[in-house]
Nanobody, 123 residues
Framework: QVELAESGGGSVQAGGSLRLSCVAS????????MGWFRQTPGKEREFVGA????????MYADAVKGRFTVSRNNAANTGYLQMNSLQPTDTAAYYC????????????????WGQGTQVTVSS
């Protein structure tokens, strides 16, 4: 079983940046991919980006492409979500998740989820 601990959320003004971290522990050998999702009250969880743990291949939602970057440090079992040029529409709870196969934007393919960290962007 993989356990995930997120950090790095907070409040910023529009145009600002934040970096979220997601530290994995437990059976980290099961990690093939790490995804990032976000959710606002009353809405479905939305895909943000994902990364393959071995080769670093990434994919992004159109809404964040060019502004957000997903990366990882395999030695530290840590994934990152760098968010630049933040907008009020990016306000949400952000979650990291890991999967034993490549799940990309398919949320049901992820087996472990972090507790979520709140990001609030003011105009």
């Amino acid at each position: 079983q993989v356990e995930l601990a997120e950090s790095g959320g907070g409040s910023v003004q529009a145009g600002g940046s934040l970096r979220l971290s997601c530290v994995a522990s437990g059976r980290t050998s099961r990690i093939y991919g790490m995804g990032w999702f976000r959710q606002t009250p009353g809405k479905e969880r939305e895909f943000v980006g994902a990364i393959m743990w071995d080769n670093g291949h990434t994919m992004y939602a159109d809404a964040v492409k060019g502004r957000f970057t997903v990366s990882r440090n395999n030695a530290a079992n840590t994934g990152y979500l760098q968010m630049n040029s933040l907008q009020p529409t990016d306000t949400a709870a952000y979650y990291c998740a890991t999967s034993p196969t490549w799940s990309g934007s398919y949320a049901l393919g992820y087996e472990a989820w972090g507790q979520g960290t709140q990001v609030t962007v003011s105009s």
